[in-house]
């Protein structure tokens, strides 16, 4: 459950959080966007301990990678987290560019297909490029489409993020019994709602994840199953220059065992971080609390 009462602290974070996003959302755009990620790559992240965290992941999974382009790994992963944070909070203009986006991959036709036919869809995703480039885009090209999100843990933060995640495409679901209920009644209407797979989940099934076991939660494809809706993977990579995104779409993954659906989630987003690395969220504790395999 989520805290209600703002300690000190997330007074003091939220504060200044509020007035960074505020400063930053004065600048032009196309200036705001790489200024962001700057300075989120270069003071932030060391302040807060990221490049370490990118270097362990890496080391966990990648423990072949070259020293150079570790080094490089560990300016670009918080570097693009800072321009998908100000691009959240950037709406207005981050829709009006999705209106070029570009939907490419062989799931493209199922998707359309499935908005036509007014048929349920889970779009899987994962903390990659910037999940929130296929909810915009498909938002502003008359789709359906809504969210599930996790509550910030500072409620003062979670409020205004909240709103940033509804102003991209709403309607936004909380994971919570609430959320979920609502969540439902959307996808029975014929919505689709974008759902990320790579989050630690205590209690969730032990699964491979980029050659490592993962603790990965199943209910995006029990829900798949149970509501009849079309699990498709998608994926918003960023572009070369910085600001735009092409959406890469994969066909729906075959209802079956949960297990084996989640499965074919993790091996999907692995193969996208395989193509580019270092769009991945390596700052995320995905791993933790799980023993490396033997060699």
Known sequence: MSRTEPTFQDRV????????????KMLPYRWRVPAMGW????????LAGWHRRVRDNLAHVRPDMPKDQVRRMERAVPDNFGRDLIEMYSADEF???????????????????ARD??????????????YDAPRAALSVNGFPVGGLYNPMANPLFNEHYV???????????????RGMSGMIRFLRGGGMVGIVVDQYMKHGETLDFMGQP??????AAELAVKYDALAIPI?????????????YVEPPIPHGDP?????????SLGRMVDRFPDQWFWIHRRWKRVRPKQG
Request: glycine residues 8%.
């Open 259 to 267: 297990a084996e659906m989640t499965q074919a989630m993790n091996d």
């Open 117 to 130: 036919a007014k048929r349920p869809v889970l779009l899987i995703t994962g903390h990659f490029g910037n």
């Open 163 to 177: 709103a940033a995640l509804g102003s991209i495409a709403s309607p936004v679901f909380e994971r919570s019994r």
């Open 95 to 113: 829709r009006e560019r999705a209106r070029s986006f570009q939907f490419q991959g062989d799931g493209v036709e199922a998707l359309f297909a």
């Open 214 to 219: 993962a603790k990965t939660a199943l209910s």
């Open 39 to 46: 300075i989120v790559s270069r003071v932030a992240a060391p």
């Open 235 to 247: 994926y918003g990579v960023r572009k070369e220059n910085g600001l735009d995104f092409d959406l």
């Open 13 to 24: 974070v939220d504060f200044a959080a509020r007035g960074f996003i505020r400063a930053a």
